[in-house]
C-alpha cells in the first residue's frame, strides 16, 4: 500500500517557466513533508521541507505548499532551470510511536527542463 | 568536508551467493540509515542506528538481510543468500543525531546491486 503517492512519473517543461511536482499521501496521521532531488549516479540530497502546522514554505526558486484536508503537498520552482533537471522525491514521517526518523518515500517524478 | 560514501558502487552476483555493502557515514554523524529502491519505486526503509541504541530493523524484508555498525562508525548490510527480487539500489543516509524529523538525512550514492 503506497502511502506516498507520486503519479506523474515525469513532466517536461520550458526554461523560465514553472514546474509544478505533486505529491499525495493517504496517512493523516504524517505530519512533516520533505522533498529531495536525485541526479543520476548521485544520492538524493534535501531540497525543502515543510511541518503540518504551515501550509507554505519557500526557499528562494522553491517553494512548497501543504493542503491538509486534500492530503497533498506540490513544489513549485519558478523560474524552472535546466540544472533543476532530475528526478523529485516526495516524502513524508510521523512524530508518533517513536520512529520519526523512518522516511516514507514516493516513487518520484521525473524533471526534465528544456533550455 | 566529504560526504556518505558507499562501496561498492555496483555489484554482480549469482542467485544463492551472500554480498556485503559498506557505508561510511559522514564523520560525526551518530545516526545512520539504509534504503533500498528497487526498480520503478520509491526508496524503502530498511533500518536505523543511532548512536549506542539497539538498531530498528523493522524495515529489513527477511531474515536474510542483516546490518551491523562497528564502532559507531561504518555500517555493513549484509544479504545472505541473495534472490533474484533483492536487485535494487541500496542507499545508505546519515544524520547528526538522528531521533529528530527535522534533522537532515545526507544520502550516499548507494550501491547497485543485480543478482542474476
Known amino acids: 500500500d503506497q502511502q506516498v503517492k507520486q503519479n506523474s512519473p515525469s513532466l517536461s517543461v520550458q526554461e523560465g517557466r514553472i514546474s509544478i511536482l505533486n505529491c499525495d499521501y493517504t496517512?493523516?496521521?504524517?505530519?512533516?513533508f520533505l522533498w529531495y532531488k536525485k541526479y543520476p549516479a548521485e544520492g538524493p540530497t534535501f531540497l525543502i521541507s515543510?511541518?503540518?502546522?504551515?501550509d507554505k514554505n519557500e526557499d528562494g526558486r522553491f517553494t512548497v505548499f501543504l493542503n491538509k484536508s486534500a492530503k497533498h503537498l506540490s513544489l513549485h520552482i519558478v523560474p524552472s532551470q535546466p540544472g533543476d533537471s532530475a528526478v523529485y522525491f516526495c516524502?513524508?514521517?510521523?512524530?508518533?510511536?517513536?520512529?520519526?526518523?523512518?522516511?516514507?518515500f514516493g516513487k518520484g517524478t521525473l524533471l526534465t527542463v528544456n533550455p | 568536508g566529504a560526504g556518505v560514501s558507499q562501496s561498492p558502487s555496483n555489484k554482480v552476483t549469482e542467485k544463492g551467493k551472500d554480498v556485503e555493502l559498506r557505508c561510511d557515514p559522514i564523520?560525526?554523524?551518530?545516526?545512520l540509515y539504509w534504503y533500498r529502491q528497487s526498480l520503478g519505486q520509491g526508496l524503502e526503509f530498511l533500518i536505523y542506528?543511532?548512536?549506542?541504541?539497539?538498531?530498528?530493523k523493522s524495515g529489513l524484508p527477511s531474515d536474510r538481510f542483516s546490518a551491523e555498525r562497528t564502532g559507531g562508525s561504518v555500517s555493513t548490510l549484509t544479504i545472505q543468500r541473495t534472490q533474484q527480487e533483492d536487485s535494487a539500489v541500496y542507499l545508505c543516509?546519515?544524520?547528526?543525531?538522528?531521533?529528530?524529523?527535522?534533522?537532515?538525512?545526507?544520502f550516499g550514492p548507494g550501491t547497485r546491486l543485480l543478482v542474476l
Open positions: 543516509a546519515s544524520s547528526l543525531n538522528g531521533g529528530e524529523r527535522q534533522e537532515t538525512q545526507y
Open positions: 496517512n493523516s496521521m504524517f505530519d512533516y
Open positions: 515543510i511541518s503540518s502546522i504551515k
Open positions: 516524502a513524508a514521517s510521523l512524530s508518533s510511536g517513536g520512529s520519526n526518523y523512518k522516511l516514507t
Open positions: 564523520s560525526g554523524h551518530t545516526a
Open positions: 542506528f543511532q548512536g549506542n541504541s539497539a538498531p530498528d
